[in-house]
């Protein structure tokens, strides 16, 4: 073999090894659904722009959870659709969370709902069978609304630890927020049940009255239901 041809099998070669490692490269540093989705929260929410760098825990859970996060570890997609109240999420056809574009959350209100709906939508399993049990005649409402509070809870439970552990970035939360408000507020039931009792009239949301509508919607109060339910 010629001293040509070996040159050019080596620039050959070198050429090979180089786009193998670009693609490889590219690979790496490819965005993830999760990315995706939150970079579509940040154009449609812009108060969340530049609160959370992509390597905070914050930002790598919520990543993480868009990924994998939703029913039987499906993706959950971002929805621009407004809110019946400050957030939301659902987990029918597709799981979707969706954040309020109004302006009288901040940016940080913002985030602290986010990962909430995320933590939230863990329970979307069991809330199903919560629902079936409606459809059934299995469960009466006063059950139905106890049940569906207590796995609230739960997400708001572990949401506040982990925003307590990670911080959102920035400065203190205003005292009038909601996520100063969401830091603040015990989780055991029967405080939780005491808070929306003193505040029911200053209160957008209360779980106690969307859970019981949501009963009525899937089961008529005329259809009696099953004893034992």
Same mark, same amino acid.
């Given at each position: 073999?010629?001293?040509?041809?070996?040159?050019?099998?080596?620039?050959?070669?070198?050429?090979?090894?180089?786009?193998?490692?670009?693609?490889?490269?590219?690979?790496?540093?490819?965005?993830?659904?999760?990315?995706?989705?939150?970079?579509?929260?940040?154009?449609?929410?812009?108060?969340?722009?530049?609160?959370?760098?992509?390597?905070?825990?914050?930002?790598?859970?919520?990543?993480? /959870?868009?990924?994998?996060?939703?029913?039987?570890?499906?993706?959950?997609?971002?929805?621009?659709?407004?809110?019946?109240?400050?957030?939301?999420?659902?987990?029918?056809?597709?799981?979707?969370?969706?954040?309020?574009?109004?302006?009288?959350?901040?940016?940080?209100?913002?985030?602290?709902?986010?990962?909430?709906?995320?933590?939230?939508?863990?329970?979307?399993?069991?809330?199903? /069978?919560?629902?079936? /049990?409606?459809?059934?005649?299995?469960?009466?409402?006063?059950?139905?609304?106890?049940?569906?509070?207590?796995?609230?809870?739960?997400?708001?439970?572990?949401?506040?630890?982990?925003?307590?552990?990670?911080?959102?970035?920035?400065?203190?939360?205003?005292?009038?927020?909601?996520?100063?408000?969401?830091?603040?507020?015990?989780?055991?039931?029967?405080?939780?049940?005491?808070?929306?009792?003193?505040?029911?009239? /200053?209160?957008?949301?209360?779980?106690?009255?969307?859970?019981?509508?949501?009963?009525?919607?899937?089961?008529?109060?005329?259809?009696?239901?099953?004893?034992?339910?």
């Amino acid at each position: 073999m010629q001293q040509s041809d070996l040159l050019s099998m080596a620039i050959r070669l070198a050429f090979t090894i180089l786009i193998a490692h670009c693609i490889s490269s590219h690979d790496t540093h490819a965005e993830s659904f999760g990315d995706r989705q939150i970079a579509q929260v940040l154009d449609d929410r812009p108060a969340m722009r530049d609160i959370v760098p992509t390597d905070h825990p914050i930002y790598r859970f919520a990543s993480e /959870k868009f990924s994998t996060g939703g029913l039987q570890n499906r993706r959950v997609h971002w929805d621009n659709t407004e809110p019946m109240y400050g957030a939301e999420h659902a987990c029918e056809t597709l799981c979707v969370v969706r954040v309020a574009s109004d302006q009288g959350y901040t940016g940080r209100d913002k985030w602290a709902m986010l990962i909430f709906e995320l933590f939230n939508l863990s329970h979307a399993g069991d809330v199903g /069978k919560l629902r079936w /049990k409606v459809v059934h005649g299995e469960i009466d409402k006063d059950a139905f609304v106890h049940e569906s509070l207590r796995l609230e809870i739960d997400a708001m439970r572990r949401t506040q630890a982990f925003l307590t552990r990670y911080p959102i970035p920035g400065v203190a939360p205003t005292v009038y927020g909601f996520y100063y408000r969401f830091l603040a507020t015990p989780f055991t039931i029967d405080e939780y049940l005491g808070f929306l009792d003193r505040n029911q009239r /200053k209160l957008r949301y209360d779980p106690r009255v969307y859970n019981a509508k949501i009963y009525d919607s899937l089961r008529p109060s005329s259809t009696p239901v099953q004893n034992g339910g």
